[in-house]
């Protein structure tokens, strides 16, 4: 059978400041939802805004950036991937899923409240990489304008 494709994009605003846990083991975990809006076309053809939210779980040293830096009304973008859960509810015995998203990279793209801060940007993997800010200006594209390449040179 051949391999498939699990991978998730969002771009969206932290619902509630992230619940922090810890495993017998020490591993530490965070779980916190992140909200989406989408902008439809009614019948009527006037637009509303459609707010999706998902469930997202973040793992070691990303559990810890989200401890240290991310709060309600954070704007985050997240990649990383679908995953559902089940289990038998001890209360009626009924089959409950979960639909979870979780988190291989996170980008604090702004401060609650969805200001963008100096320095915003962190970027943080959730492998035992290191946490790595990548709020520095970008490097600037090489100017070949010295060696007498122009843009009518660009076969594009």
Excluded: C
Aim: charge should be neutral.
């Amino acid at each position: 059978m051949a391999k498939g494709v699990n991978k998730v994009f969002l771009l969206g605003n932290v619902g509630k400041d992230p619940e922090m846990k810890s495993t017998a083991g020490g591993m530490t975990i965070a779980n916190f939802t992140l909200a989406t809006a989408d902008r439809i076309k009614g019948a009527d053809g006037q637009y509303t805004d459609r707010t999706e939210w998902h469930n997202l779980v973040a793992f070691q040293r990303t559990a810890e950036i989200v401890r240290d830096y991310v709060k309600k009304g954070t704007q985050l973008f997240i990649e990383g991937k679908i995953q559902s859960r089940s289990w038998d509810d001890k209360e009626t015995g009924q089959k409950r899923y979960k639909t979870e998203i979780l988190v291989n990279e996170l980008s604090l793209l702004g401060k609650p409240g969805g200001g963008s801060g100096e320095g915003g940007g962190s970027h943080a993997k959730s492998n035992t990489a290191p946490y790595t800010a990548t709020g520095a200006a970008p490097a600037a594209a090489p100017d070949y304008a010295d060696q007498g390449i122009t843009d009518d040179d660009i076969p594009f």
